[in-house]
């Protein structure tokens, strides 16, 4: 069964950082890209970042470029979002996802919130 | 940017009814689209991918539909079971991009 558990969220201050992680297991992790998703609260989705299987492509949004860093360990099966010069708009529930083939999202853990406040 | 119309915003039915939600896309995403149910406190759950392909597991009364930029989830047979938030999502190109979502209740 395929299962991704986010840890790290949290209260942090702006201008501070955080870094969520993200455990996955029932599948191999190396083969698949992986993508973090955030929802603030009582809003839509919004796509943040994708990494490739091996970790040598990444994407952001326009938002998160120059102040969020996805990364992968693929010997350790985890997913991290080290997110610096956090913002009150990056609050929000962080959803890590599995990207299948087709590069949709086909699995999503269960959310982590990241509120940014002072 | 792509940006997905998404309409309604909320709608509700009633059990045994057939619903459609639509998407339209700013621009040509081909068939790089999916869509998701969401329920309250929960994460998504992926229903259709290629805007016509069922996921596994999911039930038949679900389908998905292209008319051109225009994209349909048509649920059958209302159950209370469907009451959530759907979301069409655009994986064409970067950034990718969701619908704002639609609120399904059934009364």
């Known amino acids: 069964e395929v299962q991704l558990v986010e840890s790290g969220g949290g209260l942090v201050q702006p201008g501070r950082s955080m870094k969520l992680s993200c455990a996955a297991s029932?599948?191999?992790?190396?083969?698949?890209?992986m993508a973090w998703v955030r929802q603030a609260p009582t809003k839509g989705l919004e796509w943040v970042a994708t990494?490739?299987?091996?970790?040598?492509?990444?994407y952001y949004r326009d938002s998160v470029k120059g102040r969020f860093t996805i990364s992968r360990d693929n010997a350790k099966s985890t997913l991290y979002l080290q997110m610096n010069s956090l913002r009150s708009e990056d609050t929000a529930t962080y959803y890590c996802?599995?990207?299948?083939?087709?590069?949709?999202?086909?699995?999503w853990g269960q959310g982590v919130m990241v509120t940014v406040s002072s | 940017d792509i940006q997905m119309t998404q309409s309604p915003s909320s709608m509700s039915a009633s059990l045994g009814d057939t619903v459609t939600i639509n998407c339209l896309a700013s621009q040509d995403i081909g068939n790089y689209l999916s869509w998701y149910q969401q329920k309250p406190g929960k994460s998504p759950k992926l229903m259709i991918y290629g805007a016509t392909n069922l996921e596994d597991g999911v039930p038949s009364r679900f389908s998905g539909s292209r008319s051109g930029s225009d994209y349909s989830l048509t649920i059958n047979s209302l159950g209370y079971d469907d009451e959530g938030i759907y979301h069409c999502h655009q994986y064409y190109e970067y950034p990718l991009t969701f619908g704002s979502g639609t609120k399904l209740e059934i009364k």
């Open positions: 996802t599995r990207e299948a083939r087709g590069y949709y999202f086909d699995y």
């Open positions: 029932g599948f191999t992790f190396s083969n698949y890209g």
């Open positions: 990494i490739s299987y091996d970790g040598s492509s990444t």
